[in-house]
């Protein structure tokens, strides 16, 4: 790849590096730091495009399905009610956000991950780019995953204060911090299994490096207490151990004999098991014990979740407006839960909370954005066979279970709605939406090891 394409690559490392200190909080200097070096990227790569004399290198459908969320996002701010007493905005007649002020707030940052988006496609049609962004997504998470865990190890002995949250790291709410880390292991696992896939002798030190990345971020997902992410774990974890099974029987591993199995398993354990151990293993069984009681026909999360479905129908084509929830759950959720759920930030749906922000058409154009990832890099690897089931097939492997884990938390939570955990999932979609198809990729020699 030219050097100059890769510009942008340090400083949205940066960006990543810096993400998750900043947790969920927009207030912290963590975040504002995460942006500028996000900005700085998206300036040296549009610069880049700009000194080649070329367009970004991106697939026509994402181009217009992130252009038509942009323009929509726009005129709903532009043509948004002043307050939330409805006064009208440039054209009455006209869909507009129910209060442009809270929809102004959160075009900055929808603006920037669409251009990070974009960014990562452009750069991932090379071999080089797919490589750094998978890379990137494993080794700048490494070093907060650390730290949470050594928090949990050193707070010792769990003691139930009644509130609903733990946090771990810097992240308030413990399922954000399970959520980032889900999208975390997947990859690094990928990486591990595309080191031992390899038919040229790897360095010990390599393996060790990529068990350690993958095997930290796994275990503080069980010492963290969320049960939603504990259980999407072990759901994301039997299918890679189904899958590996059917590429080992089908000699995926040519320079792995049994022994070594029993030994890089027993190793995965031993590190796993032990975190988990020393982490803090009785937050999880304390959380789980708790379960039981809370399947009710009245729980909080049943009744919001209808209440926000009962709002889909008003929100109509263009929906509420970006970043209006909190103005409109009053008026669906009422007195639930003694008022408590009509104060929610969050819809802890997604799927329903996008809907109700950018209507039926957004909503459309969010899922084609998320789901167009896999249909593209997988119709990109059609007829691959021999020649790329290498590296790049245990990248795409552990992108698509991390997103796939992603989503199946969006459906009971908020994950989607959190800035760190919004700009690692951009960069994985961008990756596999950058892979062209399987010709143009050996002819640059896309099997070369990772």
């Given at each position: ?106 075009l900055p940052d929808l603006l920037m991950l669409m251009g ?223 008022g408590w759920i009509a104060a929610w930030p969050y819809a ?60 199946l938390h969006g459906l009971v939570d908020y994950p989607f ?34």
């Amino acid at each position: 790849m030219n050097p100059r394409r890769g510009m942008a690559q340090a400083p949205l490392f940066l960006a990543l590096l810096a993400a998750p200190w900043a947790g969920s909080s927009h207030a912290s200097p963590w975040y504002h730091v995460a942006r500028g070096f996000l900005l700085l990227a998206l300036f040296l790569w549009g610069g880049g495009c700009w000194r080649e004399r070329r367009w970004p290198r991106v697939p026509v459908v994402l181009l217009v399905a992130v252009a038509a969320l942009f323009l929509e996002g726009a005129w709903m701010t532009l043509n948004g009610a002043a307050t939330s007493n409805g006064v009208p905005g440039l054209v009455a007649a006209l869909p507009g956000s129910v209060h442009r002020a809270d929809s102004l707030r959160q075009l900055p940052d929808l603006l920037m991950l669409m251009g990070a988006l974009l960014l990562v496609v452009d750069e991932s049609r090379h071999y080089e780019g797919r490589r750094f962004y998978w890379h990137a997504g494993i080794w700048s998470a490494l070093p907060w995953v650390m730290w949470g865990l050594a928090e949990k190890m050193r707070q010792g002995v769990f003691v139930p204060n009644g509130s609903g949250r733990v946090p771990f790291g810097t992240f308030e709410y413990h399922a954000n911090a399970g959520a980032y880390m889900n999208l975390v292991w997947p990859v690094a696992v990928g990486l591990f299994l595309s080191l031992l896939a390899s038919r040229r002798p790897v360095s010990a030190g390599a393996r060790g490096g990529a068990v350690l990345a993958a095997a930290v971020p796994l275990a503080a997902t069980f010492v963290n207490v969320s049960r939603a992410c504990t259980f999407i774990a072990l759901v994301l974890a039997a299918g890679c151990a189904a899958w590996v099974v059917r590429q080992a029987w089908r000699g995926g591993f040519p320079l792995i004999d049994r022994r070594q199995w029993l030994v890089f398993g027993g190793l995965m354990g031993v590190l796993v098991g032990g975190m988990i151990f020393a982490g803090g293993a009785d937050r999880m069984i304390y959380r789980w014990h708790l379960f039981r009681g809370e399947l009710v026909p009245d729980h909080h999360r049943l009744l919001a979740t209808r209440a926000w479905l009962g709002a889909v129908p008003e929100a109509g084509l263009l929906g509420f407006g970006p970043g209006t929830f909190t103005n409109v759950a009053p008026r669906f959720a009422g007195d639930l839960g003694n008022g408590w759920i009509a104060a929610w930030p969050y819809a802890h749906v997604d799927p329903l909370q996008f809907v109700m922000e950018w209507g039926w058409v957004g909503g459309t154009l969010w899922a084609a954005v998320f789901a167009g990832a896999f249909v593209h890099a997988w119709r990109a690897d059609r007829g691959a066979g021999e020649r790329l089931r290498g590296a790049e097939g245990w990248m795409r492997f552990g992108l698509f279970l991390s997103l796939g884990g992603l989503f199946l938390h969006g459906l009971v939570d908020y994950p989607f709605q959190v800035f760190p955990i919004q700009l690692v999932a951009v960069c994985q979609l961008g990756v596999l939406w950058g892979l062209r198809p399987v010709e143009a990729r050996a002819e640059e020699g896309a099997g070369r090891e990772m």
